[in-house]
Every structure is written in C-alpha cells, then in structure tokens.
C-alpha cells in the first residue's frame, strides 16, 4: 500500500526541515512524498531542493492559499491513502505512518484518524492543548464534532468520489470537505486512539479576532451547506475545544 503524503507551504524556512525529515524518517517506506511551495521567496525552496533526491514531486508556483496548494497536491497524488503535513508540523513519532497502513490493511475503512497536540511555537516540548478525537458517530457531528483534519488519512478513491477542498472556504475548506465525506453516511472511519500529529500553535484559523470570525463564518455556512447542524452545531464545536486545554499531555 502506497501512502501520498503532501506538504503545502509559503516563507517557512523556519520549520521546513522538520516537517521534510518528519515524513523522511517514518520506518514505513512506501510513501510518495509531494511538496507543493506557493513561491517563497525567503529560502524556503533552496531547503526543499536540498532534498530533491528524497522528494518525489515538487512544485514552486503562485498559488491561492494553502488549500488551492493542497489540492494541487491530491491530483498528483498517485497513493492509495493520502495525508497532510503541514510545513510548521510533524509527527508524533517514525511509526505514524506504519501504524496508520497497518488499520486500512486489518479494517474495511475509507479513513483513519487519531489524536493531534498543539504546541508552543518556539518550544515543541510543551503542550498547549491535546485533541481527543474519541470514535466516530453520525449524530455527533452535529454536536460539532470533528476529527484534526491533519492526522486524518484518507483513500484517494474517496476524493475522486466526493471531489477536492472548495476554495471558496479561506479557512475552514478541511472542516467543510470532512463534512461532506462523514455526513454522507457511505464513508467509514476507523480510529487510532492515541496521538499521531503534533502542531504548533499561531495557524490561519487563530492569528488574529478577524480570523476567528471568518472562520466561524465559514464553519457555519459548511454546517448549513452539508444539512448537519446550524447555530447550535457551531456553538457546541467551541465548547468541546476547552476541555483540551486540560487533558493529560500526550498520551
């Protein structure tokens, strides 16, 4: 089984090579590693072609954000499951992706997920907040609840049915296409409990006020669009986040 694993990133010289040697180190080997740069123009793509012989596609051109990135991404893809690593994040630890196959290769599943952490940018010791995804149940999504689109792995069969991230979304594009995909009630999901992906902390969504309000425009219209909840679906989803403030690290 061939796992496609794609980096979308712009400017971020900073963290690149943790990401890059993140997917580089896993034990499982058959992965395609896809890396989609937006044209940085702060060294971030000499970083890149320094593993030029370990990429395996790699492309630097304008593009219209991370998802327009992302997409690019899933239609090189050639992979039977496809996943995300972003360029300030990495995994856990080198058997994510090995554990991961091993679910899709014991289960009937068009996806796998587990558990994320945020951590502090400058520290990665140090966990601000642990997402617990717990198992999968229709009626909960309108509860607002959601696994991180991050440590979610998923078929390419399911994106040639249920089609790519709509750009129109600035911010919430994952939350909107996971939707469509766990609302449809023809997708199964399969659940590691423990913690996959570690992200740092300062994404699009929480940057600024205005960011926050945009993205809570957008959850909303993705609630409405995909008939899965309203005001109530959206209010419930930020609730849930606080108690992962809490939870004990990284288990």
């Known amino acids: 089984m061939k796992i496609s694993i794609i980096t979308s990133v712009f400017n971020n010289k900073e963290h690149i090579t943790e990401a890059i040697e ?12 896809i890396v989609i740069d937006g044209a940085s123009t702060d060294g971030t793509i000499e970083i890149i072609e320094s593993y030029k012989d370990k990429i395996d596609k790699f492309i630097s051109e304008p593009d219209e954000g991370i998802y327009d990135g992302l997409n690019k991404g899933i239609h090189l893809a050639t992979g039977d499951v ?13 058997q994510v992706l090995e554990e991961v196959v091993n ?18 940018k400058d520290d990665t010791n140090r966990v601000v907040r642990q997402w617990d995804s717990g198992e999968f149940k229709y009626e909960n999504l309108k509860k607002g609840w959601m696994p991180p689109h ?31 995909i766990l609302s449809s009630q023809k997708f199964t999901a399969c659940y590691l409990p423990h913690v996959l992906y570690v992200m740092r902390i300062g994404g699009a969504s929480n940057k600024s006020i205005r960011n926050l309000i945009q993205k809570s425009k957008e959850d909303l219209r993705a609630l409405k669009q995909n008939r899965v909840g309203n005001v109530l679906a959206l209010l419930l989803k930020n609730i849930s986040k606080i108690p992962q403030f809490f939870r004990k690290r990284g288990e």
Do not use: W
């Open 22 to 33: 993140s997917v580089l180190n896993q034990s499982y080997k058959n992965i395609e590693y």
């Open 82 to 94: 496809i996943g995300f690593l972003h360029s300030d994040d990495f995994y856990l630890y080198d």
């Open 103 to 120: 679910v899709f290769k014991s289960k009937e599943c068009d996806g796998v997920y587990g558990n994320l952490i945020y951590v502090d």
């Open 150 to 180: 991050p440590a979610f792995f998923i078929k390419r069969e399911v994106y040639d049915n249920f089609g790519v991230f709509d750009t129109g979304f600035k911010i919430s594009a994952d939350y909107n296409f996971m939707l469509k």
